[in-house]
């Protein structure tokens, strides 16, 4: 009878990662989810307080798309969107929800759509994967697949071969 060998499992890291590898930034007292979202506050701060084009720019606005429920006798919580900014435009006097988005998400593709139809609210959505072509193409991709030659395909892996 022979032992199955199975490969050393890595160790984990010392520093955690989040899941889309955003670095949380302190500044001010204040923290931000991301690099871009730090940036785009310091824009917007530029944009209020020299040139005057926004008014009552607000961080981290809670909007309710569902209240709470009971399913089967144990009470869920709201379910709630929370927009990066909120600012007026002087010049229009149009009320403006903006995210900042490095990855659209499929929970996020759904919240939007909630914001939409139960707010009337379009969101701004700004960062680097937010351009026209992946808002219209915002499924998730399929991985891709790996052809692998049929002389490879048929080898036992080394850590299967008896000793």
């Known amino acids: 009878m022979s032992t199955l060998i199975y490969p050393a499992r890595r160790p984990a890291p ?5 899941k889309y590898r955003n670095q949380r930034v302190m500044w001010n007292g204040m923290a931000f989810d991301s690099q871009a979202e730090y940036e785009r506050y310091q ?39 929370v927009a990066d900014f909120q600012y007026i435009e002087v010049a229009s006097g149009k009320t403006i ?8 998400t499929q929970a996020y593709i759904i919240k939007r759509h909630l ?22 193409t915002a499924k998730p991709h399929a991985p891709a697949i790996r052809k692998i030659p049929r002389s490879t395909a048929t080898r036992c892996p080394p850590f299967l071969k008896r000793r």
């Open 14 to 18: 010392d520093i955690s990662r989040s």
């Open 43 to 81: 824009q917007l701060l530029l944009l209020l307080l020299q040139a005057k084009h926004i008014s009552n720019l607000m961080r981290q606005v809670s909007f309710e798309l569902a209240p709470s429920v009971v399913i089967d006798g144990k009470p869920k919580r709201a379910l709630r969107y």
């Open 97 to 104: 929800v903006e995210d900042v988005k490095g990855m659209l």
């Open 115 to 136: 914001m939409m139809s139960v707010h009337g609210i379009t969101i701004l959505e700004t960062g680097a994967k937010t351009n026209a072509a992946s808002q219209a």
